[in-house]
């Protein structure tokens, strides 16, 4: 049982590398990455609404939780050292995430289940917890692809970090307005992407249209030296209101695919809302296929009270001690990719 739970507002240097272990070793158990970027990058900087909890086991991380959300909505992350696993850390982790958020003046408590495993599922049906979002992970091999397209009346360039970052943010930001995640990026926000190792100028396409900036296409490689095939990624996609239905957001994605094979990548991955109908019939029509599955789970919280969770059948609470929860399993998304290709489609923000 771990001996302290800290919470921070901000993760230095150390910290942070305990986390990244911690992250590459729940990856190689359970197959899927369990945190979120967008969170994990605020608590890189600090000074915001994220919050970490350290579960330490004498010096060593255990347990990690992460938070973010203002008003009656917080979103968490939940994840457990494969070796400390069993032992009631993850409840622990949950309930102390409840009472931060309770403390807040949250009325819920979102949850991330990443890979939707049946350990989680059937802890959340235990709970009688609903999922409240569905995110779906996309892959599909870049062997064989459409034709590439020719952008007629729009001109397609590389970013350019020293005249772009405002003009890109503002049309980002109109965008995605109403995405839960993504709807209001601040210029940290961006630079916190743009000083990341994976980040490539020339991965980032920019469409214009009579010399406005009308369209993108995010593309991210992050080749792992375990993978058989390197991964690329559709890590942000969108286009302006005023394109709706000049096929601008398909033409994107086929040039990023194309892309991202040129860059010797043999798989591309994206994330897409679970109810984005037009979204999935464009990535279907283009050969993607679901890889993962992820849910987001919603635990109602009494504004300002402790919060109570369900202890374990068979495992008692005792004076002194958290209780177990059976959700302690629950992790969840790395990278919420948002995809937005006209006005009413929305995607994966993480």
Avoid at 195 to 200: E, G, H, R, T
Avoid at 208 to 222: A, D, I, P, Q, S
Wanted: aromatic share 6%; proline share 7%.
């Amino acid at each position: 049982m771990a001996e302290r739970i800290e919470t921070v507002d901000w993760l230095d240097p150390e910290q942070r590398a305990a986390v990244d272990a911690l992250i590459r070793a729940a990856t190689i158990a359970d197959g899927v990455p369990p945190i979120g970027e967008h969170k994990y990058l605020k608590l890189h900087t600090g000074g915001g609404s994220a919050r970490a909890l350290l579960a330490y086991d004498d010096d060593r991380l255990c347990g990690y939780a992460q938070l973010l959300g203002t008003g009656d909505r917080v979103t968490a992350e939940v994840v457990v050292d494969p070796d400390a696993r069993g032992r009631g850390l993850g409840g622990r982790l949950i309930a102390a995430a409840r009472r931060l958020a309770a403390a807040a003046g949250a009325r819920e408590l979102k949850l991330w289940s990443y890979g939707a495993l049946a350990p989680a599922a059937a802890a959340a049906a235990r709970q009688g917890l609903a999922a409240r979002r569905t995110l779906l992970e996309l892959e599909r091999p870049l062997d064989t692809l459409p034709p590439r397209p020719a952008l007629r009346g729009y001109a397609v360039r590389r970013f350019d970090p020293d005249r772009d970052c405002e003009t890109w943010l503002q049309l980002h930001d109109r965008i995605f307005a109403d995405h839960p995640e993504h709807g209001a990026w601040s210029l940290d926000d961006l630079e916190a992407r743009l000083s990341q190792p994976w980040f490539d100028a020339e991965d980032f396409l920019i469409a214009e249209r009579g010399g406005r900036m009308v369209g993108f296409n995010w593309l991210k490689r992050t080749p792992d030296p375990s993978q058989a095939r390197p991964q690329g990624e559709i890590y942000i996609i969108g286009v302006a209101g005023s394109e709706r239905g000049r096929g601008l957001g398909r033409s994107l994605a086929v040039l990023g695919l194309h892309h991202l094979r040129e860059r010797g990548m043999a798989v591309c991955i994206l994330y897409v809302e679970g109810d984005n109908a037009p979204a999935l019939r464009l990535y279907r029509a283009l050969g993607f296929m679901v890889r993962h599955t992820h849910r987001c789970y919603a635990l109602p919280l009494a504004a300002g009270q402790p919060a109570s969770v369900q202890v374990e059948s068979g495992e008692p609470s005792a004076e002194g001690r958290e209780p177990r929860v059976a959700l302690s399993s629950l992790v969840a998304p790395r990278s919420t990719l948002h995809a937005r290709l006209s006005a009413p489609v929305s995607r994966h923000g993480p």
